[in-house]
């Protein structure tokens, strides 16, 4: 176990990583998580938290974090731990990223973030080095205001926080694979999988049953409505007022279409999705998160156009996985996406977005024959696993 993986908000894209790591790397490391829920939280007391629960051993090489951890805490509390290489994957920049309009910045989740960029000897953000994509134009904007403010005190996160007596025992280390895109199912196919959860995650009332196939039985490819998907987290800087408004637009206007609401939903969910969920009645075919990943392939196999309206974005797992699932891509021109998408599949605002879902709305087959024009190849595991295990294998520096 030479690789030591720690992951202090393990849900989403940052779980998808982390087990495609481990996967990878199979018995030569070890990975210590914390559960995806209260991220301020994390950010803020992971450290504590990892410094006491990692086990202490001589075989560890390199240490593999992402940047919810404040690295330069961790180093300083576990000095065995600092004098490792280290490598920090960047999902987000905290200095830019999108607050509510109620909200002042919250300076001290960035300035961990610039704490933890001068700690390790390689910093990758949305795989920059590893794939060779630029990071965002606007990651490095020192674009950042001062908040004071109590620390949140709840008994769910205390002992989280590492304030608490420190527990006996090693961390937990996940064993459970995850798939990735190059497993998802044929464009169309059925699959008859039983439903898998998250083991950080606890069940709530977003885990719904998927079942488009009765749906969409029976009927001609060509006479169906065109099917659009949302597969983003139900969160502000996802900006799903805009994503709803262009729908309701498109209702409005008589336009047929049916819609999936694919994303993960957490402790705070904008009031849009419930307002929007009656609005669109019986245009929607899906609402809530799919926790196995075999529906959520076949979910985005039988859509048609899949959509990111987007405030901030490193990479954009989601509209990758979709578009390899056969799905035609709108996305804003900003951010990363062209880098990763060829100017045909972007829009400039809301405007454009509804003008070419009208269009779309009106001719489907238009999407449906359409081939996609990018390339989605590179961004497989098949393609990066290699230069991740390279990254991971290479030697720590001579003078630690």
């Known amino acids: 176990m030479s690789v030591l993986l720690i992951e202090a908000f393990y849900g989403g894209s940052h779980k998808q990583l982390m087990d495609l790591l481990q996967e990878e790397l199979q018995d030569d490391c070890v990975l210590c998580t914390l559960p995806a829920k209260k991220w301020h939280w994390k950010a803020r007391t992971a450290a504590l938290y990892f410094m006491q629960t990692v086990p202490t051993s001589t075989n560890y090489r390199i240490l593999f974090a992402s940047s919810v951890l404040n690295l330069a805490e961790l180093a300083a509390l576990r000095p065995d731990l600092g004098k490792l290489k280290k490598v920090l994957y960047f999902h987000e920049n905290q200095l830019v990223y999108p607050v509510q309009k109620c909200q002042e910045r919250d300076f001290q989740y960035g300035y961990n973030q610039i704490l933890s960029w001068f700690m390790p000897e390689h910093k990758l953000a949305h795989l920059e080095k590893v794939m060779g994509v630029r990071r965002n134009g606007d990651a490095h904007q020192l674009e950042a205001r001062q908040k004071s403010g109590a620390l949140m005190k ?78 983003h987290r139900w969160e502000h800087d996802k900006d799903p007022e805009t994503f709803f408004k262009v729908l309701l637009k498109l209702k409005e206007k008589d336009l047929p279409f049916h819609v999936s609401v694919l994303g993960e939903a957490f402790t705070e969910i904008p009031d849009i999705f419930s307002e929007a969920k009656k609005a669109l009645g019986s245009s929607v075919l899906h609402w809530g998160y799919l926790p196995s990943k075999d529906d959520y392939f076949q979910a985005l196999c039988m859509a048609d156009v899949v959509i990111s309206t987007a405030k901030h974005e490193f990479f954009g797992v989601a509209m990758v996985e979709a578009v390899y699932c056969g799905c035609y891509p709108l996305c804003p021109k900003a951010l990363v996406y062209p880098e990763i998408f060829p100017a045909e599949y972007l829009y400039s605002t809301p405007e454009q977005l509804f003008k070419r879902l009208q269009n779309f709305c009106k001719r489907p087959d238009i999407v449906r024959k359409h081939l996609y024009k990018g390339e989605t190849a590179g961004f497989s595991w098949a393609a990066l696993g290699g230069k991740f295990r390279s990254l991971l294998a290479a030697e720590p520096r001579e003078d630690l």
């Open 154 to 231: 709840t008994r769910d996160t205390h002992c989280e926080s590492g304030l608490c007596e420190a527990q006996p025992g090693p961390c937990t280390t996940q064993q459970e694979g995850l798939p990735s895109p190059r497993t998802a199912p044929a464009r169309g196919a059925t699959s008859d999988v039983s439903e898998s959860t998250n083991p950080c995650q606890e069940e709530d009332n977003q885990h719904l049953t998927f079942n488009l196939t009765n749906i969409l039985s029976g009927r001609d490819c060509q006479q169906r409505p065109l099917h659009v998907a949302w597969p």
